[in-house]
């Protein structure tokens, strides 16, 4: 199984927020220490240890990102998420709707940082390890 196999393998397992770092800790395993996602279409660019760079294609028809970033909504919606109440194409679709164009992991660090079209942070968020 080639790597990107394996990360969309790792991925087709999320079905909500509340799987997120279970998928992180999966990830990191195969090498990976950061990536980005981008809301536009859910194509993801992986970064690994070595700092190749390997890029997911599209997942989903391409959503329009607002021209304006609703923080405090997002951050509701983001909870609800985690809370396993929305998967993961709902929150795509809320996270355009709010103005998020990416979001950006770092297993270094072990954040998750959502950023608006004008490359601003709207929410830096520390990953829970898993139990």
């Given amino acids: 199984m080639t790597m990107l196999e394996q990360l969309k393998t790792a991925h087709a397992k999320v079905k909500s927020g ?18 980005q996602t981008y809301v536009t279409d859910g194509h993801t660019a992986f970064t690994g240890k070595d700092s190749n760079e390997l890029l997911s294609g599209p997942k989903y028809s391409p959503l329009t990102i607002a021209a304006s970033s609703d923080k405090i909504q997002f951050q509701k919606d983001l909870k609800e998420h985690q809370q396993g109440k929305t998967d993961y194409q709902t929150f795509c679709q809320i996270s355009a709707q709010l103005g998020v164009e ?11 940082t959502y950023y608006d079209k004008s490359g601003n942070e709207m929410l830096v968020e520390t990953i829970p390890s898993v139990k």
């Fill in 18 to 35: 509340a799987d997120f770092p279970k998928y992180i800790q999966e990830i990191h395993q195969l090498g990976i220490i950061k990536y």
């Fill in 102 to 112: 990416k979001w950006v992991v770092d297993m270094e660090k072990m954040t998750c």
